[in-house]
């Protein structure tokens, strides 16, 4: 047991290891309802790499050809789970040849040996609900050869772990945790022979979490939006297990679904990739695509923000800020200091990106990855606009909070002649250095230029005393402030024009100029592209605008706009996918 867990926390794991054990002596299912259909979307190159013995799990390479996934010793508690979540199955049913089938039957089959009595790492509501799931998608792939006595086993697993979530489902943390678990046990109560009696529960309890964690904007507290998306998954998936069985959804489970489509189809940049924000990665490759089709809803976002974020997109060019503050308390486990950051993609090519979660690198990348500095925006003395509170424990984990976080996000959105027009501040800077941060990004009608504007202000007498303490401490020499502008990997980089622009060449053909006026000092320095699924993060470049406030009101003007010759539209069919276990 961890040193300074709470009570509750010990609580909690105590009360799981003792249901899991009662609840492996239970009865047994007999049988499948109905077939079962999967939905889980798998990578056909990690299936592949799985069956050579390349094991990469939480950003782990772990070569073990040949050998038990069970008898390896994991380096972290992240390998742990995610190979005690089972999503791996995923990517050897993408396979799906004999080997691969082969493979994924011993290594269930020694789950079930090992931890089938209750027993081991595995047994908390969130991943016992992500295991049930692939168990019951991939059931005929799974079942395929086998004899009655490892069928029967396998019945015996699962009914074991559906009473197991009909205890302590419930307890599950909140957000996606607890959403996994109660769509686990929806799906064994509608698949499940003897399990019947767990769907009805399963469906009100899924729909009162459904009203209680998706709020108007259909967001969630984390402001996650590959976390938005992994939910919305699991209501569709449980929506069509439920129609499926002819039992109608709970009203708020489909206003959720209703509400959460709109959302994403906002977050999403015009590559079809979600932005990257708050520990969020891109999305699985089909996965938005899929989920969406799966609602049947083809509503859009109104004009405005979507679960805090604002949206530009004209031309071959959508353009996504981060324009409210960060998650509070326990939602903000893994938020960024992120405010006023924005992400800049053209047709299917990212071009101004933030670094992204380093929560598969280790804890040293997973800090970095949530500081100002990482994001593209403005930061002033090296501090971010919320600081990281001291450690604390979060469920069975240990995470960092947000505080001192920015309160006071206004925002405007305009539709002008020329272009879309974004306008935004935080105050995360007043309480030391007495500066606003302002922001303005005018996006062309025609998606080819953007113009932008950085402000650093002393809004009012408080907040100019501030700043003048803030002065007398550095001897007047100026409070340093940096604009960040991180790129995408795949962009060529190089200084121009005597080092007074940079030119910027995407693998789509299209060039790319970025220009600022006098007062600052042009950059360029290496940075990190932060990718889940890859063993080490990729390195890349930034631009970087440094400079010095001397003053009440410091300005900042730069752009970003298409070189001339660049064509208006391109045709950009080839995609590079570079290897993940480099």
Known sequence: MAKGQSWRVRRARFLNRVQARL???????????????PRTIGFFARGRQMMAGNLMFAGHLIEAPGQMIWDIDPPDDAFTEEIQGFAWLDDLAAVGDSQARLLAQGWLWGWIDRYGRGTGPGWSP????????????HALFLLRGREAAESEAYFAALAAQTRFLARRGKAAPPGLPRFEALTGLLYAGLSLEGMEAQAEPARVLLGQECARQVDDQGGIPTRNPEELLEVFTLLTWAQLALDSADIAPDPDHLSAIARIAPTLRTLRHCDGGLARFHGGGRGLEGRLDQALAASGSKKRQADGLAMGYARLSAGRCSLLVDAAPPPSGQAS????????????????????VNCGSGGGFGEDWRRAGRATLSHSTLCLEGYSSARLAPARWIGSTRRELLEDV???????????????????????????????????????????????????????????RRFDKAMDAVRLAGLPFAVR???????????DMGG???????????????????????????????????????????????????????????????????AIAVRDLARDEADALT
């Open 485 to 495: 502008f991180h790129l995408h990997p795949d962009v060529d980089v190089a200084l």
């Open 126 to 137: 969130e991943l016992t609900g992500r295991r049930l799931i692939r168990w019951v998608h």
């Open 500 to 566: 007074t622009a940079v030119s910027l060449a995407l693998r789509s053909g299209e060039i790319w100029v970025f220009r600022y006026d006098g007062g600052t000092t042009l950059t360029l320095e290496p940075s990190v592209y932060l990718e889940k699924g890859r063993l080490r993060p990729r390195a890349t470049k930034q631009i970087v605008l440094s400079g010095a406030a001397m003053e009440y009101a410091t300005r900042v003007r730069w752009s970003l706009a298409k070189a001339q010759d660049t």
């Open 333 to 352: 486990a893994h938020a960024h200091a992120s405010t006023l950051a924005f992400e800049l993609t053209s047709g299917r090519r990212p071009l101004i």
């Open 23 to 37: 609840c492996a002596r239970s009865r047994s299912a007999t049988g499948f309802v109905s077939q079962p259909e």
């Open 406 to 464: 920015p309160k006071y996000v206004p925002i405007q959105m305009t539709h002008l002649s020329e272009g879309l027009r974004f306008e935004g501040g935080h105050d995360g800077y007043v309480s030391v250095q007495g500066l606003t941060h302002a922001r303005s990004l005018l996006l062309s009608l025609d998606g080819r230029r953007l113009k932008g504007e950085d402000y650093l202000v002393a809004l009012d007498s408080p907040a100019k």
